[in-house]
């Protein structure tokens, strides 16, 4: 009962750093970030919806790329951020659960969705002429589906057990969020079974993605070298590339964290991987996006000018009117 009644109380996040000589200028280097992050991701997902050019399946996917990261930050830098200034870095029982479940669905959603957006670029430079059949709206729709629910489910699953261990031990959690590593490490139980079927589940969910993401761009090096136009090379490779870079830093730190053997862990290396993907990445994101894509530049530029045109000519009415 004493276990029980333990674990509906509070926990205390320890934060990035344990003991900063100095919060405030980590408050204002976090801030930023997030700041960038959120307004980044949100421009995005507008530019997409407000511009006809982007009505693709490919910006359709990106849009929800956006969507996901934009929650995905919001889940645990603002908490990060009021226990830099705060004196009370508690979180509740249930603050905890909640964060758990959005994070894993959150991430386990990303995996899904970075290696459907391979299969969108595959069908798009292999067989273009089939494209708009095989990337219609029914399927696009069935795609985001199907990585928002193949997320939940992981969170669905894992959540509910890991909150379920007696914790009767420090309330300390020695990380910035509740990430379910550091919280085990307070069960007053062994929970060494349950941390291997839970790494094995995140094994599989990385290798679904990964299987796709290397057939697809496999096939499309194949095609790419096949082509006779540079101009059509370069387009192939413009095209892709900002979805590698994208790639490549996300499941580098997913492959830190839930591939590699605990003897490479510790609470500070599991920190600044936390802090990569889930503060980093999803102002990363967008970026890479939008510099490195004509389409989204174009767009963005296009907005900025219908602005700057309503202002000049709101200004000149003013000015008539007086």
Request: charged share 10%; proline share 4%; aromatic share 12%.
């Amino acid at each position: 009962m004493g276990a029980i009644f333990w674990n509906s109380t509070d926990f205390i996040l320890l934060g990035l750093i344990t003991h900063p000589l100095f919060p405030g200028l980590i408050f204002a280097v976090v801030f930023s970030i997030f700041v960038v992050a959120v307004t980044a991701n949100v421009v995005m997902i507008l530019l997409i919806h407000v511009d006809s050019r982007l009505h693709t399946p490919m910006y359709f996917l990106l849009s929800q790329l956006s969507i996901m990261d934009t929650i995905y930050i919001c889940i645990t830098v603002p908490k990060m951020l009021q226990d830099l200034l705060s004196k009370e870095k508690t979180i509740s029982f249930f603050g905890c659960a909640i964060q758990i479940f959005l994070y894993l669905t959150l991430i386990g959603g990303e995996f899904f969705l970075l290696g459907l957006m391979a299969y969108d670029r595959y069908v798009a430079v292999c067989n273009p002429l089939r494209y708009p059949l095989l990337m219609n709206r029914r399927i696009c729709l069935f795609m985001v589906v199907g990585s928002w629910v193949g997320g939940s489910l992981d969170g669905f699953m894992l959540t509910p057990v890991t909150m379920s261990f007696p914790y009767c031990g420090s309330r300390e959690i020695n990380h910035f969020f509740c990430e379910i590593p550091a919280v085990l490490k307070l069960s007053c139980i062994d929970t060494s079974l349950y941390e291997t079927l839970m790494y094995s589940c995140c094994v599989v969910m990385l290798l679904i993605p990964i299987s796709i993401i290397s057939v697809s761009y496999t096939r499309i090096l194949i095609t790419v070298h096949q082509m006779n136009s540079a101009e059509g090379r370069h387009k192939a490779f413009t095209t892709c590339s900002s979805h590698i870079m994208v790639v490549s830093i996300f499941y580098g730190a997913a492959f830190y964290t839930n591939v590699l053997p605990h003897s490479y862990h510790t609470p500070e290396k599991d920190k600044v991987v936390s802090a990569f993907y889930t503060i980093l990445t999803p102002m990363l994101n967008p970026l890479i996006y939008s510099l490195r894509n004509k389409d989204v530049a174009a767009a963005l530029w296009k907005v900025l000018g219908r602005c700057t045109f309503s202002q000049r000519i709101r200004a000149g009415d003013v000015s008539r009117k007086y």
